[in-house]
Every structure is written in structure tokens, then in C-alpha cells.
């Protein structure tokens, strides 16, 4: 079982520090975002960070999701273990 856990926890780590500055976009939007700045349009510059917003929010969920499991998991080993 350490094993797993050093190996999860090399990988996450691994993950973090590899990680470059991503753009995620659609084609639809970065091409909308581009035509904005072309024009002088300021607001399309925050285009970007409206999507990383939108695509972090599913991680979001998930890790607290898992902590709550995580949680209910623990609390009810402990109460099993009283027997």
C-alpha cells in the first residue's frame, strides 16, 4: 500500500512541476478571441481565463466529492473498529 501512495503522490507531484502556461480554448473562441483583439476589443482578453475557470470547475467538484467520501470512509472505519 505505500508503494501505490508514493507512486499516486510521484505522479501528481511529477504533474505539477511539469506543467507549462496552458491556453485552453475552442477553436471558436480563440478565433472570436483573436478577431476582438485585432479590433481593439480589451474585453476578449479575458476570454482565457473565463475557460481555465470553466475547466477547473469539474476538478473542483471531483476533489470535493472525494474529500467528503474520504471523510464518511474514515469516520465509518472508526465506528466499525469499536466493535
Given at each position: 500500500?505505500?508503494?501505490?501512495?508514493f507512486?499516486?503522490?510521484a505522479?501528481?507531484?511529477s504533474?505539477l512541476?511539469?506543467?507549462?502556461?496552458?491556453?485552453?480554448?475552442?477553436?471558436?473562441?480563440?478565433?472570436?478571441?483573436?478577431?476582438?483583439?485585432k479590433?481593439?476589443?480589451?474585453?476578449s482578453?479575458?476570454?482565457?481565463?473565463?475557460?481555465?475557470?470553466?475547466?477547473?470547475?469539474?476538478?473542483?467538484?471531483?476533489?470535493?466529492?472525494?474529500?467528503?467520501?474520504?471523510?464518511?470512509?474514515?469516520?465509518?472505519?472508526?465506528?466499525?473498529?469499536?466493535?
Open positions: 500500500m505505500k508503494l501505490r501512495n507512486i499516486i503522490t505522479a501528481l507531484v504533474l512541476l511539469i506543467s507549462s502556461e496552458t491556453f485552453a480554448q475552442c477553436a471558436m473562441c480563440k478565433a472570436a478571441a483573436e478577431e476582438g483583439v479590433d481593439g476589443n480589451t474585453q482578453a479575458t476570454l482565457n481565463s473565463g475557460i481555465m475557470y470553466l475547466l477547473a470547475m469539474p476538478y473542483l467538484a471531483f476533489a470535493v466529492i472525494g474529500y467528503l467520501w474520504w471523510k464518511n470512509y474514515k469516520r465509518k472505519k472508526a465506528t466499525d473498529g469499536d466493535f
